[in-house]
């Protein structure tokens, strides 16, 4: 079994009432309706053709990319606990 690499995507729409339509670019884990959001997992094989074309989209404001796979997920030890 392989584990396909996927990304997340932050999507900023216009109205809420096209969260279905943007359903088909990939899937979709959380909904906000009062920012107007959607957090989507998507391939990593396929991210910049997706992006492109949810860019294109008069309903789509603002496409982001998750920080995660950025942070620091090693920790060092904090001055008081080493005491």
Known sequence: ??????ISLIIYLKHMKHERQIRKFG???????QDR???????????DDVVNKLMKLKYV???????Y??????YEKEQHEIM
């Open 1 to 6: 079994m392989n584990i396909i690499p996927r």
């Open 69 to 74: 796979k950025y942070l620091k997920k090693t």
């Open 61 to 67: 404001k603002h496409v982001e990319g998750s920080p």
């Open 37 to 47: 959001f959607v957090v989507m997992y998507i391939n990593e094989a396929e991210a």
């Open 27 to 33: 899937h979709i884990v959380s909904t906000n309706r």
